[in-house]
C-alpha cells in the first residue's frame, strides 16, 4: 500500500518531470524517489509516468490521478490546519490566467513575498488577452478586464478602470493631432487581432459605430504598448496599462471621452465550486494588493 508521502513524492516528480530535480527538492536520494513512484504504481495497477533517459512524463493515468491527487493532498493541509496552529503553508499548483500587462506591471512586482512564503506552491500562468474559459481550460482563477457577461463565475472588483485612445507624441507630431473622431480614420492603428470596431461618441455625444484600419496588428497587450510608444500606431488601452507611459510623457491621450462606454472594471474571477479554495483565497489577496499599489 502507498503512503501520503508517496502522494507528495508523485506530485513532485510530475511537477519537475524527472526524478533527479525531484529527489533533490525532497531531499531524498534518487532511488528512494524512482521506488516510491513504481510502489505506486504497483499499488494502482497502472502506468503514471512515460519514461526515457531524461525525463518522466504524464500519462493519461497519471494526469487523471495527479488532478485527483493534488486536490486530496490540499485538503489535507487544510484539515491539519484547521486542527492546528493555522500557520500552515500552500502546497500544490495554482493556474491563473490574465492580460500579459496585468502579468508583467501588477502581479510579478508582489509575487516574491508570496512565492517565499509559499515555497511548496507552484503557480502557472497562462498571459494572454483571448477570453479563457475556466473550466475548459483547467483554470483555478482569472483577472478579467471590462464589463462581465452573467455567469456561475464568482467575481469580485480589484479596482475601477476605462479604456482610452493614446499615442505616442512623435506619431503626432508627423501625422498631426487628431481633432475629431473623423480625423482618427486618416491616422495609422496598432491593434489587437479583434480590435478592428469601437463605438464612438460624435460631437453631440451620441453613439456611433468606428471601423478602424489597422496598420499593424499584434498578438498581446504588452506589444500593443509597445507599438504605440514607438509611433508606430494610435491604439486602445487600458489607462492602467499604460499608467507610466502617460506619466512619463511617452504616450498621450487623444480625444479623450471620445469612446463610447468606456468602463472597463478588474475583476478577480473563480468558479463557485473551484476545488482549489485555499490557494485561490490566498492568490485573491495577492492581486488585492498588487492592484492597491
Not at 525531484?22 to 528512494?32: C, E, F, N, V
Not at 493532498?73 to 496552529?85: F, P, R, T
Not at 469612446?259 to 483565497?281: C, D, I, M, N, Y
Request: net charge negative; with cysteine; glycine share 6%.
Amino acid at each position: 500500500m502507498y503512503s501520503i508521502v508517496d502522494l507528495q513524492t508523485f506530485v513532485t516528480v510530475a511537477r519537475n518531470s524527472g526524478i533527479t530535480s525531484s529527489a533533490s527538492q525532497l531531499g531524498i536520494s534518487t532511488a528512494t524517489t524512482s521506488h516510491r513512484i513504481a510502489k505506486l504504481e504497483q499499488a494502482l495497477g497502472v502506468t503514471l509516468f512515460h519514461r526515457n533517459s531524461r525525463t518522466f512524463r504524464l500519462t493519461d493515468e497519471g494526469q487523471v490521478f495527479l488532478e485527483r491527487v493534488d486536490v486530496i493532498l490540499d485538503d489535507l493541509q487544510q484539515a491539519e490546519m484547521e486542527v492546528g496552529s493555522g500557520t500552515a503553508r500552500l502546497r500544490g499548483h495554482l493556474r491563473v490566467t490574465m492580460s500579459p500587462w496585468i502579468l508583467s506591471r501588477f502581479i510579478m512586482p508582489v509575487l516574491g513575498e508570496f512565492r517565499q512564503a509559499n515555497p511548496d506552491l507552484t503557480i502557472e500562468f497562462l498571459a494572454v488577452d483571448r477570453f479563457v474559459p475556466l473550466v475548459e481550460e483547467a483554470q483555478d482563477c482569472a483577472i478579467r478586464v471590462g464589463q462581465l457577461a452573467d455567469s456561475a463565475l464568482v467575481a469580485q472588483k480589484l479596482s475601477d478602470n476605462d479604456r482610452i485612445i493614446c499615442a505616442s507624441p512623435s506619431l503626432l507630431e508627423s501625422h498631426g493631432e487628431p481633432e475629431t473622431v473623423d480625423d482618427l480614420r486618416d491616422c495609422p492603428w496598432v491593434c489587437l487581432p479583434w480590435q478592428t470596431r469601437f463605438d464612438m461618441n460624435d460631437a453631440a455625444g451620441r453613439k456611433r459605430p468606428f471601423a478602424v484600419s489597422r496598420s499593424i496588428a499584434v498578438s498581446n497587450s504588452d506589444m500593443l504598448t509597445a507599438g504605440a510608444v514607438e509611433g508606430l500606431g494610435i491604439a486602445v488601452k487600458s489607462r492602467m496599462a499604460v499608467k507610466e507611459e502617460l506619466e512619463n510623457g511617452a504616450l498621450v491621450e487623444v480625444l479623450p471621452g471620445c469612446l463610447h462606454a468606456p468602463e472597463a472594471p478588474v475583476w478577480f474571477v473563480f468558479a463557485a465550486e473551484s476545488r482549489s479554495g485555499r490557494k485561490t483565497k490566498a492568490f485573491h489577496e495577492v492581486a488585492r494588493r498588487a492592484f492597491r499599489r
